[in-house]
């Protein structure tokens, strides 16, 4: 009976399946799916959630705590802030940056999926032990056993392979400065010899009514000052004029404030009756 417990599945928890496991497959294909790379990183993290959400369900409390905190609150947080401050755009996700990594990422995708088949086929076909028999002493305790026992040579190689990756991903990070740092001083002497812009760079939107940091400031004379923009921007083709749009909302302004207080046209050819009746009469 104790058996048979074990191995069946209750209504809630069938409805749990099929609700949440709809939404992490929905997940993980709008993770590969997306343009922006946000929309993928939010995705994602949506999965990562659902899938603690599971391991808490199936009494692997440890599992599912490390999931939302390591993973999903640390790692994608992470990485969703890196994106939304630096910017990534589809157009950039297309540049291979290595020769092959499509197909490299193809075949191990591939690979992954028949291990995963694999995994799940001897899980239904074979016998297991059950919840209760594995966390007969703890569930810490009981994966810790599993870690450091039987697991063991699995879980040093692991940790190899991530020292490993954070090492070369310093390497090629770092670069080894060979010549001294130039002071403030000799970059501003620098800079006054060379004639560049000397002071701060005026912000974005100055006159143009907008305070995006994609909308080029405007000049006394309406036009546009490539000074407020960001070169990053400006090489995407990711600024937006509003000049024009901002000199007629202006016009349309300055129109029915001379409505409102009565006035006529104002500039240099509306000069006042009486000054035309003396320019006339002389």
């Known amino acids: 009976m104790s058996a048979l417990a074990a191995t069946a599945t209750s209504t809630g928890e069938a409805v749990q399946f099929w609700v949440l496991g709809t939404v ?22 949506a999965t990562m959630i659902i899938l603690a959400v599971f391991y808490l369900a199936n009494g692997a409390y440890f599992l599912g705590v490390v999931q939302i905190i ?13 994106v939304m401050l630096v910017g990534v755009t589809a157009a950039d996700s297309l540049k291979e940056t290595l020769k092959g ?7 191990c995708g591939l690979g992954f999926g028949i291990l995963l088949v694999s995994g799940i086929g001897r899980a239904s076909l074979g016998t297991f032990e059950g919840l209760g ?6 569930n810490v305790e009981g994966l810790a056993a599993l870690i450091f026992t039987t697991y063991v040579f699995a879980f040093e190689i692991t940790g190899a392979l991530l ?22 001083r000799e970059l501003a002497e620098q800079r006054v010899r060379e004639g560049k812009h000397l002071p701060p760079l005026p912000a974005p939107g100055v006159y143009a009514r907008h305070n995006a940091v994609d909308i ?15 070169k990053t921007l400006r090489a995407r083709g990711q600024i937006r004029d509003v ?3 901002a000199l007629d909302d202006l016009k349309a302004l300055e129109q029915r404030s001379e409505e409102r207080l009565g006035r006529g046209p104002s500039g240099p050819e509306a000069s006042r009756p009486q000054d035309r009746e003396e320019e006339n009469a002389q």
């Open 163 to 184: 020292i490993t990756a954070t090492v070369g991903a310093m390497l090629l990070t770092h670069r080894e400065r060979t010549e001294r740092a130039r002071t403030q």
């Open 133 to 138: 028999t594995a966390n007969a002493g703890g």
């Open 101 to 107: 990594q499509r197909w490299l990422a193809a075949a």
């Open 70 to 82: 390591v993973y999903t609150g640390a790692i994608m947080m992470l990485f969703l802030f890196v």
């Open 24 to 45: 992490a497959v929905l997940g993980a294909l709008a993770t590969i799916l997306m343009k922006k790379a946000v929309h993928s990183a939010l995705s994602l993290a």
């Open 243 to 245: 000049s024009r749009q």
């Open 216 to 230: 080029a400031g405007l000049l006394p004379d309406g036009t546009p000052s490539e000074l407020t923009v960001n």
